[in-house]
């Protein structure tokens, strides 16, 4: 998922500036999207900017520069909309942050997409599983490297295959969780109609 659709996702939320995006792409965001220079952010802005998907309105700031403030705007809503429901292929590493951030962005505005999103996540990484799990893992040693203990790599190669298995399974496990959410309805897939018009706020 390009970083484009990952700043429209939290601009579909409330309007934020430049300097707000990067603050929750540091903190909470850094599961959904690392390694976020503030440059590469405010360039983005910018060409989202002249492609019509945000607009901005400066705010200004007592003793401090004034802030852009961006806001999505229909053809940005539009443009998120149309990648959160574009086919979704998994990398080869479960731990790369793609998933995520479609995840949290079917959840605003495609949320029919959610469970599809989950099944073919699950199916890839079964068969990934499948396929690697039970694979020759029989070390094949650098000639000529000193330094290379035979000992020590196979150590090594045994602590990084039993890291990787037990957190491909937790990925697995809340895979599966969440699609039972999702399946029985736990999870809301669309926003249901409220049962009575909310009542006017006393002015």
């Known amino acids: 998922m390009k970083f484009d659709h990952v700043l429209l996702g939290l601009l579909a939320l409330h309007p934020r500036s430049g300097w707000d995006l990067k603050e929750w792409l540091a903190g909470e965001g850094q599961f959904v999207r690392s390694n976020a220079h503030p440059s590469q952010i405010y360039r983005l802005l910018k060409r989202m900017a002249e492609q019509g998907w945000v607009v901005y309105e400066t705010d200004p700031r007592d003793g401090r520069p004034d802030a852009k403030v961006y806001r999505l705007t229909d053809a940005g809503r539009a443009e998120l909309i149309r990648e ?120």
């Open 84 to 203: 959160a429901r574009s086919p979704y292929r998994p990398t080869s590493r479960f731990q790369d942050p793609d998933f995520m951030a479609r995840f949290y962005c079917s959840a605003q505005l495609a949320p029919e997409q959610l469970l599809p999103l989950v099944d073919t996540e699950l199916a890839y990484r079964r068969r990934q599983v499948a396929v690697m799990r039970p694979r020759d893992r029989t070390l094949a040693l650098p000639e000529g490297t000193p330094e290379a203990d035979a000992r020590r790599l196979r150590m090594i190669r045994e602590l990084t295959h039993a890291y990787g298995t037990s957190a491909v399974d937790a990925w697995l496990d809340w895979l599966e969780h969440v699609r039972r959410l999702l399946a029985d309805g736990t999870v809301p897939t669309a926003n249901p109609a409220p049962a009575t018009a909310p009542e006017e706020t006393p002015r």
